[in-house]
């Protein structure tokens, strides 16, 4: 099982970035798809998750209502569209997969995925 994250860069506060994670090996739309984030010196933090079905997301508070998470599974991937981008959004991020259940619940802990992709840098600049 392989997640490729790629769409990182540099932007000015106030702009947006779009994120993509592509995978392979994996039965993807049985998956919940999440992503991570994770400045130096801090902790990996939830960033959103979508369910299955698509139609159902989750979002940790310093992003609700600015990041959008979404999934195509006809292409095997999923998407982080991030607008108003503030310079504490500066971290790596890291998309997530994790077999899905019936449980409607965020999965919002990083011991609840098993697996990951490699990262992509974010860099918000004031």
């Known amino acids: 099982v392989q997640l490729q994250a790629s769409g990182g860069g540099l932007v000015q506060a106030g702009g947006s970035l779009r994120l993509s994670c592509a995978s392979s090996g994996l039965t993807f739309s049985s998956h919940v798809l999440a992503w991570f984030r994770q400045a130096p010196g801090k902790e990996r933090e939830f960033v959103g998750a979508?369910?299955?079905?698509?139609?159902?997301?989750y979002y940790g508070d310093p992003v609700r209502g600015r990041f959008t998470i979404s999934r195509d599974d006809a292409k095997n991937t999923v998407y982080l569209q991030m607008n108003s981008l503030k310079p504490e959004d500066t971290a790596v991020y890291y998309c997530?997969?994790?077999?899905?259940?019936?449980?409607?619940?965020?999965?919002?802990?990083?011991?609840?995925?098993?697996?990951w992709g490699q990262g992509t840098q974010v860099t918000v600049s004031s």
């Open positions: 997530a997969a994790r077999w899905a259940t019936t449980i409607a619940v965020a999965y919002p802990r990083t011991d609840e995925y098993v697996y």
């Open positions: 979508v369910r299955r079905s698509g139609d159902t997301t």
